[in-house]
């Protein structure tokens, strides 16, 4: 993820964090649903770019599944306890 975050996640308000043993989250402030797709969409290819061998994937190389989800103020109002 070292060598993705940097182009991926570019404001100084964007993080990019280990979420678990293979899981990373990259969070993007203030970024729309279209342009948060489109940074998933980069990260993939550029992980499947990379080319690092993975021994047990179909595929032979290490592969990425990524989602996106957006939170607002008004989403996180609504959902208040």
Known sequence: MSRISPT?????????ARFGGEEF?????????DTAIAIAQKI????????MLHE???????TATLGA???TRETAVSNAA
């Open 8 to 16: 991926a996640a570019r404001r100084s308000s964007d993080i990019t």
């Open 25 to 33: 989250a990259v969070l993007l402030p203030d970024t729309d649903g």
């Open 44 to 51: 993939r290819t550029s992980i499947r770019d990379l080319g």
């Open 56 to 62: 047990g994937s179909e595929h032979e190389i290490v």
């Open 69 to 71: 989800t957006g939170f």
